[in-house]
């Protein structure tokens, strides 16, 4: 090669071309993706606390109870078996025995607030639930071993 003749060039290439940062954003994209989408995933996979286990649901039935209603001329009366249910879980572990011992005074207590009913009060189809809930919040109020969830009715008669 002649002294005034230069060796050609080889264009030095840039390692961040624009082919090289298109191919990076997109990975970085594609990860984001990626990651958001486990973790979304993940967060509503996980079981949610929507209620007692229902493996562990125990009732206590409290009898038939016969009560006159608080109509005018005593006529009317209800008769009812009122079915506590509650959860056998470490909250709940001396309630069994509890019921038991207390199933006089619990009675007295289901008694008096069905005593104050009117036949008005307990005899349409929707008074059930809302006569099941008042038992249950005043049975609660006398419980100390812990807490009834519900009330059923294995009887529900009125005359």
Do not use: H, W
Not at 22 to 45: A, N, P
Not at 71 to 78: A, E, L, R, Y
């Amino acid at each position: 090669m002649p002294p005034n003749e230069a060796a050609p060039q080889v264009p030095k290439k840039s390692f961040f071309s624009i082919k090289t940062l298109l191919i990076i954003l997109i990975l970085i994209i594609i990860t984001g993706i990626g990651l958001g989408g486990y973790f979304y995933l993940k967060s509503t996979d996980s079981p949610k606390e929507t209620g007692p286990d229902p493996e562990k649901l125990v009732t206590f039935s409290m009898g038939s109870l016969l009560v006159n209603l608080a109509d005018p001329g005593g006529n009317n009366f209800m008769r009812l078996t009122p079915v506590l249910e509650y959860e056998a879980n470490k909250e709940n572990k001396k309630l069994a025995e509890e019921l038991s011992k207390s199933k006089v005074l619990l009675q007295d207590c289901i008694i008096r607030v069905i005593r104050k009913k009117k036949m008005a009060d307990v005899q349409p189809p929707e008074s059930i639930d809302k006569v099941a809930a008042e038992l249950q919040t005043e049975i609660n109020k006398n419980l100390q071993k812990g807490k009834i969830l519900r009330v059923y009715f294995a009887e529900y008669l009125t005359q």
